[in-house]
């Protein structure tokens, strides 16, 4: 049971297609809503991290029977991909949840049900050209030269013409228009609003919510002979998710704590499944709407769209074997602006990582430590935050980073987060080289060398911390470095987060008077590694 004195924050990745083992594109979307769960933890927020796969649809049957597998077996098979990934990334989930689950079975069906009595669903004939890959009906407009799907190039769409159950989501024209008016950050960013919008205001049509001919699936509660249409039983995975262990998987139990959803984080492809009719849906079922849904671009390599037929495609757990998750998270989240398309290119991979954290970072503490042992015996500088002069540089910036930073993760822009936060680390650099501690120790001047170097080691302490959300591994091991035993994968509960970010935001937190370990390198630096 949640304390309802604690705030509470949940977030989902999309619940990813297990047609194939997980791309470079799900290990981007997973580590943004890792980094998110974490900052709202150490905030003290109590946070439900949700993630997962959509395993049923035509698409999974034809994959699994040209592997010789039945479907069940080939979904097994590549969820164990999915959750070897995420442990590789440090990922921090709270649920995943599997559409394959018994439980979601219940949800699927009371949430059915609801929309049956409100009238919403409907037999009728379909015809249309239909995407497998997408498990999508495409409008002629929308597809390519010889109907080829614009998402998936080399597949051409398949003319269907079946009875279907269908959903009227064209009911639904004027609330979505009116929710999205009433509250313009439900569809975020911007861009991906507008997209919503347009395509809005081009007239709803209702879209099918079952299939013929199609075992691998639930059937449809009123009509064995349909299996429930992919998106109408993926989307409610969210929901399955928020049952707790010992809970009687119903639509209502699920519902009780963790509903509304805070934030949906999606790859654009999906948006319009995410902003258009799962809220339609829930309106039919009278049930709240998720408070955001924000989509992002897409990753391409060397400027190239990634795929098999052109043999660049990216294995995250390659890359991350070769250079670390850290590494993978860092550069993923600090170079790629959240929301707009971004490129991976290696060599630029392995530069920022070299400038950034082995350079700038690591050298900063390994330098600085270096002197605390020449310099003060070893022992933390004898000095307090207060007793730095007011015009102290480090001090004017560290004052004030919390709470840039923390308004950059809100704002899910990590790019200035890294950016706000690395403008403290290379004015430490700076300030040391400006300041010439070792001048200072020659001249008997040993009150300001500690000033110099608690000024320093305190700015990487304050820039580990504000960095831990995305790097908490790198950020752990510079905090022991420093002689604490902080562990930022260590679970604490919202209080005593909230106590931590409160206190760790501020200025002056260096313990003094210990000894503090012989300096390390925190992040070794990387040479480009030939892909195997």
């Known amino acids: ?80 991909k999915f959750k070897e990934l995420w442990r590789s990334l440090n990922i921090r989930y709270d649920r995943f949840s599997r559409t394959t689950d018994p439980h979601h079975l219940a949800i699927v069906k009371d949430f059915f049900q609801r929309v049956w009595d409100k009238g919403d669903i409907y037999l009728a004939q379909q015809q249309g050209w239909y995407c497998v890959a997408c498990e999508e009906f495409k409008e002629k407009r929308d597809l390519l030269e010889d109907n080829h799907c614009p998402l998936h190039p080399n597949r051409k769409a398949e003319w269907r013409d079946e009875e279907n159950y269908f959903f009227r989501l064209s009911r639904y024209q004027k609330p979505l228009e009116e929710l999205y008016a009433q509250r313009p950050e439900f569809i975020q960013p911007s861009s991906r609003r507008n997209e919503v919008l347009n395509f809005v205001a081009q007239g709803l049509q209702d879209f099918s ?38 809970e009687e998987p119903s639509l209502a139990n699920a519902l009780a704590q963790w509903w509304p959803i805070n934030l949906h984080l999606i790859g654009k492809d999906i948006l319009r499944f995410h902003a258009v009719y799962w809220p339609a849906m829930l309106m039919s079922a009278e049930l709240p709407i998720p408070a955001q849904v924000f989509g992002h671009g897409f990753l391409t390599k060397d400027g190239q769209k990634m795929g098999k037929s052109l043999g660049n495609t990216v294995d995250p757990l390659d890359l991350i074997n070769r250079y670390g998750e850290d590494a993978f998270r860092y550069y993923f989240l600090k170079e790629i602006e959240f929301g707009k398309d971004g490129d991976f290119n290696e060599q630029r991979f392995v530069n920022v990582l070299n400038a950034d954290l082995a350079n700038d970072l690591g050298n900063l503490l390994n330098r600085t430590l270096g002197m605390v042992k020449k310099y003060c015996q070893g022992q933390g500088p004898q000095v307090m935050a207060t007793d730095l002069a007011p015009d102290n540089p480090l001090k004017a910036l560290g004052s004030h980073l919390g709470e840039q930073v923390s308004s950059a993760y809100e704002r899910l822009s990590f790019t200035d987060a890294c950016e706000a936060i690395f403008t ?41 911390y504000l960095l831990s959300p995305i790097v908490p591994r790198l950020s752990t091991k510079i905090y022991q470095q420093l002689g ?25 937190q260096l313990c003094a008077n210990q000894n503090l370990p012989p300096a390390q390198p925190i992040f070794t630096k990387l040479e480009l590694s030939a892909e195997e």
């Not at 943004?32 to 439900?48: E, H, I, P």
């Not at 209080?495 to 409160?502: D, G, I, R, Y």
């Open 1 to 80: 049971m949640l304390d309802s004195s604690v705030p509470t924050f949940s977030v989902t990745t999309p619940l990813y297609y297990v047609n194939d083992v997980p791309h470079l594109g799900s290990a981007y979307t997973t580590v943004v809503a890792d980094t998110l769960a974490r900052f709202k933890r150490l905030q003290g927020y109590d946070v439900l991290m949700i993630t997962g796969t959509d395993e049923h649809g035509q698409k999974i049957q034809r994959t699994a029977k040209a592997q010789g597998l039945d479907p069940q077996t080939h979904c097994d098979h590549i969820v164990v």
């Open 209 to 246: 919510i079952s299939r013929v001919n199609l075992d691998w699936g639930f059937p449809l509660p009123n009509d064995p002979n349909h299996t429930i249409y992919v998106w109408f039983d993926a989307l409610l995975g969210y929901v399955t998710a928020l049952l707790g262990e010992e």
């Open 484 to 508: 604490f035993t902080w562990d930022f994968d260590q679970w604490r509960s919202p209080l005593e987060q909230a106590e931590e970010f409160n206190r760790h935001q501020s200025w002056g």
């Open 424 to 464: 403290l680390v290379r004015a430490g650099n700076k300030y040391i080289d400006d300041m010439a501690p070792w001048k200072l120790f020659k001249q008997g001047s040993q009150k300001e060398v500690e000033d110099v170097l608690y000024s320093v080691l305190e700015s990487i302490r304050l820039s580990a």
